[in-house]
């Protein structure tokens, strides 16, 4: 068996040897990280690789590829776990801190379900976190609760259509996932699209409890600020919060037209439920500009995609409205 956990950096120094040394302190000790840098000018790469020459178990892995952006940077990073012939993959992000029983607890949930099923089935773990500050002090004790999301057991394509509730530094696939899940086209986040292929095609495993100590520092790609702060931007910036999420709702149609296109190429080597994909190609060709309002809002509520958040019924209106990616 072979676990690669998967980390991109972009100039993390200032954070990453906390991260790094979380990683090293793992109870399960099986592990090889492999680190890709995205163009860091504020020495990560030397913070690298002197983590390297202490742990033969950490390298600096360089495609000359330079700089990539998250999503693609970790697209990178899969494909590379793949070609090297990883049975397991972890996402880890350079400002957090893991608990130490994380891939433990992890790899126990996946192989488990793997023993139980098909040794070729499509697996993601993923778990909840606890949002802290930049001096580790905790913020809230559940991501989820912070941001209104949850975990869907059951159908949860439907939600993942519309809104991901995965957060990539939880995350633990198996080489099944990986295979249908590279190359990772262009989307609008790696973890998004992960946690599509794996709903579409295998399974969605979850624990609850907290693996990760998610660092909020003002500087995070995404970040955790919480779903009341959200919502409070949008009363006080309703003209900003409303071309935001036109935006990002003809980013999640493409992703999704992505999806389809992939489950059409997976149909003839792993077993693709064919009305999956006709669910994620309903969808997105209604979201299409072609489609007529009236049309495209009858389409989507009976597809019964919609996100989980208090303004959940502004989606439908939307949804109705139309959107294009210039806003």
Known sequence: MRLLVLLSTYNGARYLA???ESIRGQ??????????DDGSTDGTIE????????DRRIRLWRDGRGNLGPAA?????????????ATYAALADQDDVWMPDKLQRELALLQAHEAAGEPDHPLLVHTDLTVVDDRLRTLHPSFLRHQRLEH?????LRRLLVQNFVTGC????????????IPVPPVVMHDWWLAQCAAALGTILFLPEPTVRYRQHGGNALGGRGALR?????????????????????????????LARRLEVLAGMVPVDPRTTDL???YAAALDGSVGPLRRLREIRRLRVRPRSLFSPLFYLRVLAGFSKAG
């Open 47 to 54: 913070l690298v690789e002197e983590f390297a020459r202490r």
């Open 170 to 181: 939880t995350v633990v696939v198996n080489r099944a996932l990986l295979r249908a899940a």
């Open 280 to 282: 994620v190609r309903r």
């Open 230 to 258: 959200l919502y409070a931007d949008a009363v006080r910036r309703p003209a900003e919060w409303w071309v935001r999420g036109r935006r990002g709702l003809a980013a999640g149609k493409d992703q999704a037209s992505e």
């Open 27 to 36: 109870i399960w000790t099986g592990w090889e990280l492999v680190v890709r």
């Open 73 to 85: 940077s970790f697209g990178a990073l899969l494909e590379h776990a793949w070609a090297g012939g």
């Open 18 to 20: 906390e991260q790094i």
């Open 152 to 156: 869907v057991r059951t159908d949860p």
